[in-house]
RNA sequence: GGCGGCAUCGCCAAGUGGGAAGGCAAAGGACUGCAAAUCCUUCAUCCUCGGUUCAAAUCCGAGUGCCGCCUCCA
């Protein structure tokens, strides 16, 4: 089956050729690092690392990209506001947003490449633009001229005269035109700055995407991603800078996720109606996140609430049972030595329930509908759990792969497989007293127990197979 | 003004011409000492009105409501 995903730039599911073959490149535009990232930054973050990890699997080598921005407008203002500079300020974020990413269970990019480490990438990018005539300097700023640029609009489908006459940005008298962008701003009195041919100054909003991307992935690369408020300008400007200088095409397959709302409003920093990651991560595990983010496909809208955090973390919880149990069962010593009908079904039904997930996420990646194959398959599992026969440990032991492989690894939930539960002295003694009173049926006694048990974390399940214990959103 | 998105069960959410997936919640039943887990059963004519078609949630037209980009924003 072939992996489609929709292209931005031509608005349409198109079948996903990588430039080299069996290798992708991917450029994530990261955060900006004045503050915590909230949940709606979070989103692109998580889909498209689910992105590259379908990738993985699929077997293409994947070179993923993620960058930090460590200086802008906002970056200054607020170093100024904390009274420290703007280094200091990065290097704080930069930390914070990594132990953020940790608890997301969103894995590092193979470079994680900052605007100030490629100030000699972008100066580069600038002098080649300057000799080709796309930019022009006043007084020390530097503009990319957007009517030198023919496909200027291309990806946002917006026509020049049309943002002309939209304009409502105040307008810089001294450019050439309205719409033409800042590649380089002079340094004013405080500002940290670099030399360049034009002064010292720093670079514009733009071009340090287009200098990192195409230093780490090359002029062409296949697939550059971002939040759809990224579309235009950012992105439109991207590909009038990069490939008025190049001369080449800039980015093969352009992907925009949707917006996260609060109340049916998108969440921005600038409304103020934003849910911090730190926050939320302090009453919900990642994987609940995840599963949230998940729970809707990637390029429609998602309504961020509480209620929808909880029932995300209930529907893991039925997957977590599968996994919980089947450990269970694997912790036996009896196991049947053949494979009957039964077996042969589930692995039967294994085989399927893999190959529907692939299917969802080869339609430019469905998640939710890879979700509910995981679903499909648990039904099957339990009801194999359920019979009185001996089980099959093969067989148990590929549906924990099963769900390692496609949950774990592709989707990056229900990461906790391999962790041995530790229980203190004190609680095993417990179980082991309740056992004691069950076998003399003494129900009051063990029902209290397993109420102290309840209280203290930990679930008891009799089953014909034993006790079983797991603990409350263990993490 | 230009460009774009969304509207499917109480909640979440797939589905773009021919069976309305899946999850959460709820109700009944089975299993259990009681629970829990699990299984079985129940639970939607898809915003409105027209049209095309043998056939429409799906295509076309009109309308209503909500949201976004064009300014920093993931």
Same mark, same amino acid.
């Given at each position: 089956?072939?992996?489609?995903?929709?292209?931005?730039?031509?608005?349409?599911?198109?079948?996903?050729?990588?430039?080299?073959?069996?290798?992708?490149?991917?450029?994530?535009?990261?955060?900006?690092?004045?503050?915590?990232?909230?949940?709606?930054?979070?989103?692109?973050?998580i889909?498209?690392?689910?992105?590259?990890?379908?990738?993985?699997?699929?077997g293409?080598?994947?070179?993923?990209?993620?960058?930090?921005?460590d200086?802008?407008?906002?970056?200054?203002?607020?170093?100024?506001?904390?009274?420290?500079?703007?280094s200091?300020l990065?290097?704080?974020?930069?930390?914070?947003?990594?132990?953020?990413?940790?608890?997301?269970?969103?894995?590092?990019?193979?470079?994680?490449?900052?605007?100030?480490?490629?100030?000699?990438?972008?100066?580069?990018?600038?002098?080649?633009?300057?000799?080709?005539?796309?930019?022009?300097?006043i007084?020390?700023?530097?503009f990319?001229?957007v009517?030198?640029?023919?496909n200027?609009?291309?990806l946002?489908?917006?026509?020049?005269e049309?943002?002309?006459?939209?304009?409502?940005?105040?307008?810089?008298e001294?450019?050439r035109?309205?719409?033409?962008?800042?590649?380089?701003?002079?340094?004013?009195?405080?500002?940290?700055?670099w030399?360049?041919?034009?002064?010292?100054?720093?670079?514009?909003?733009?071009?340090?995407?287009?200098?990192?991307?195409?230093?780490?992935?090359?002029?062409?690369?296949?697939?550059?991603?971002?939040?759809?408020?990224?579309?235009?300008?950012?992105?439109?400007?991207?590909?009038?800078?990069?490939?008025?200088?190049?001369?080449?095409?800039?980015?093969?397959?352009?992907?925009?996720?949707?917006?996260?709302c609060? $109340?049916?409003?998108?969440? #921005?920093? /600038? !409304?103020? %109606?934003?849910?911090?990651?730190?926050?939320? +991560?302090?009453? =919900?595990?990642?994987?609940?996140?995840?599963y949230?983010?998940?729970?809707?496909?990637?390029?429609?809208?998602?309504?961020?609430?509480?209620?929808?955090?909880?029932?995300?973390?209930?529907?893991l919880?039925?997957?977590?049972?599968?996994?919980?149990?089947?450990?269970?069962?694997?912790?036996?010593?009896?196991?049947?030595?053949?494979?009957?009908?039964?077996?042969?079904l589930?692995?039967?039904?294994?085989?399927?329930?893999?190959?529907q997930?692939?299917?969802?996420?080869?339609?430019?990646?469905?998640?939710?509908?890879?979700?509910?194959?995981?679903?499909?398959?648990?039904?099957?599992? $339990?009801?194999?759990?359920? #019979?009185? /026969? !001996?089980? %099959?440990?093969?067989?148990?032991?590929?549906? +924990?792969k099963? =769900?390692?492989d496609?949950?774990?690894?592709?989707?990056?939930?229900?990461?906790d497989?391999?962790?041995?539960?530790?229980?203190?002295?004190?609680?095993?003694?417990l179980?082991?007293?309740?056992?004691?009173?069950?076998k003399?049926?003494?129900?009051?006694?063990?029902?209290?127990?397993?109420?102290?048990?309840?209280?203290?974390?930990?679930?008891?399940?009799?089953?014909?197979?034993?006790?079983?214990?797991?603990?409350?959103?263990?993490?």
């Amino acid at each position: 089956m072939a992996l489609k995903i929709y292209n931005t730039l031509s608005r349409k599911k198109e079948e996903f050729i990588p430039l080299k073959k069996g290798e992708v490149g991917i450029y994530v535009c990261g955060p900006t690092v004045y503050n915590f990232i909230h949940i709606g930054n979070a989103r692109p973050f998580i889909i498209f690392e689910v992105v590259r990890r379908f990738l993985k699997f699929k077997g293409y080598k994947v070179r993923y990209i993620q960058n930090l921005t460590d200086i802008d407008d906002k970056m200054i203002n607020k170093a100024r506001e904390l009274n420290i500079s703007v280094s200091e300020l990065a290097e704080k974020f930069i930390q914070e947003y990594f132990i953020d990413a940790d608890s997301l269970n969103i894995e590092r990019a193979d470079v994680h490449p900052r605007a100030t480490e490629h100030i000699a990438e972008i100066i580069e990018l600038l002098k080649g633009l300057e000799e080709k005539g796309y930019a022009y300097e006043i007084d020390g700023d530097v503009f990319f001229e957007v009517s030198k640029f023919k496909n200027y609009g291309k990806l946002s489908g917006q026509d020049i005269e049309e943002l002309k006459i939209g304009a409502r940005v105040e307008v810089d008298e001294r450019k050439r035109d309205a719409i033409d962008f800042a590649l380089w701003k002079k340094a004013k009195e405080g500002e940290p700055s670099w030399d360049s041919p034009w002064g010292k100054g720093r670079p514009g909003w733009h071009i340090e995407c287009s200098a990192m991307s195409m230093k780490y992935l090359g002029k062409t690369f296949d697939i550059h991603a971002g939040g759809s408020d990224l579309i235009f300008p950012h992105h439109e400007n991207e590909i009038a800078q990069s490939e008025a200088n190049t001369n080449q095409q800039y980015v093969r397959y352009w992907m925009h996720n949707g917006y996260l709302c609060l $109340n049916n409003q998108k969440m #921005s920093k /600038s !409304l103020g %109606n934003i849910m911090k990651v730190r926050d939320i +991560i302090r009453k =919900y595990k990642g994987e609940v996140i995840r599963y949230f983010i998940l729970s809707a496909h990637y390029r429609s809208p998602l309504n961020f609430s509480e209620e929808q955090l909880q029932q995300a973390q209930n529907s893991l919880q039925r997957l977590n049972n599968i996994i919980y149990n089947v450990k269970h069962l694997l912790k036996q010593d009896k196991f049947k030595k053949f494979k009957d009908k039964d077996d042969e079904l589930i692995l039967e039904k294994r085989k399927e329930g893999e190959q529907q997930f692939i299917k969802a996420m080869d339609d430019d990646f469905n998640t939710p509908v890879a979700l509910s194959r995981l679903f499909g398959f648990a039904k099957d599992v $339990n009801i194999y759990l359920n #019979s009185p /026969s !001996l089980k %099959n440990k093969i067989i148990l032991e590929e549906v +924990i792969k099963f =769900y390692q492989d496609l949950a774990g690894k592709v989707l990056g939930i229900l990461k906790d497989f391999d962790k041995e539960q530790s229980f203190e002295q004190e609680i095993k003694k417990l179980i082991e007293d309740r056992e004691k009173a069950r076998k003399e049926k003494n129900w009051e006694k063990s029902d209290k127990i397993r109420d102290e048990l309840k209280r203290k974390g930990v679930i008891l399940e009799d089953t014909t197979e034993g006790v079983r214990w797991k603990k409350i959103n263990s993490e």
